[in-house]
């Protein structure tokens, strides 16, 4: 069974701070996207990385592919309670268009 | 443009009745996606098709679930007989050439 892990599960943070979150596998992928999802939502695409070691900047988001594309982050600088919400993680396997999705992880930014 | 439509919104059944979801994809999109996502499980994908033809249904959970692409603005995902387990948010995505996915806002199913 293919597993994406993300950590942490939740993360409440003061507006301002900084945070990471990570998405893990034993997988290879052949790309990687990071979704937001907000209650009563579908999942919305916030990036896709496709090359090992790749790092894309969206404003104050940056997410990097780890080299063996098996893993990857998520930073986010100086956190807004607009940044709130569920972050996903979902990879495609090798070869395929078959999506495995991290398991999650719950963002709470206080103002 | 219109994005990728779901309906209905929300569903509520009693075991054993026939459920039908439906699913217009974003126009030009090549590739649809079923998702199902409960809190235990997270977001499964269930199925998907490329120019209407089905690639993969490993994730279709038994054969009372079945899903088809009759053309390429319409999908539908139909459970017979529907079951309490059953209850989720079932998510359709549209993308071109599989990459970026376009979510839909979601069927939300409750079988009691």
């Known amino acids: 069974t293919q597993l994406l892990e993300q950590s942490p599960q939740f993360l409440s943070i003061q507006e301002g701070e900084n945070l990471t979150v990570y998405c893990n596998s034993s997988?290879?992928?052949?790309?990687l996207q990071w979704y937001r999802q907000e209650p009563g939502e579908g999942p919305v695409l916030l990036v896709t990385?496709?090359?090992?070691?790749e790092v894309k900047k969206l404003k104050r988001l940056t997410f990097q592919f780890g080299d063996a594309r098996k893993d990857s982050s998520l930073h986010i600088t100086a956190a807004q309670p607009g940044d709130t919400g569920l972050y996903l993680c979902?990879?495609?396997?090798?070869?395929?268009?078959?999506?495995?999705f991290g398991t999650g992880t719950r963002l709470k930014v206080l103002a | 443009d219109a994005g990728v439509i779901q309906s209905p919104r929300h569903e509520v059944t009693e075991m054993g009745q026939e459920v039908t979801l439906r699913c217009k994809p974003i126009?030009?999109?090549?590739?649809l996606f079923w998702y199902r996502q409960t809190m235990m499980r997270g977001l499964e994908l269930l199925i998907y098709?490329?120019?209407?033809?089905?690639?993969?249904d490993s994730g279709m959970p038994e054969d009372r679930f079945s899903a088809k692409m009759p053309n390429a603005s319409f999908s539908t995902l139909k459970i017979q007989p529907s079951e309490p387990r059953d209850s989720a948010v079932y998510f359709c995505?549209?993308?071109?050439?599989?990459?970026?996915?376009?979510f839909g806002p979601g069927t939300r199913l409750t079988v009691t």
């Open positions: 126009s030009g999109h090549d590739y």
């Open positions: 098709f490329n120019n209407n033809v089905p690639i993969d």
């Open positions: 997988s290879v992928f052949s790309s």
């Open positions: 995505a549209s993308s071109i050439q599989g990459y970026e996915q376009y």
């Open positions: 990385v496709v090359t090992g070691g």
């Open positions: 979902a990879g495609a396997l090798r070869g395929t268009y078959k999506y495995i």
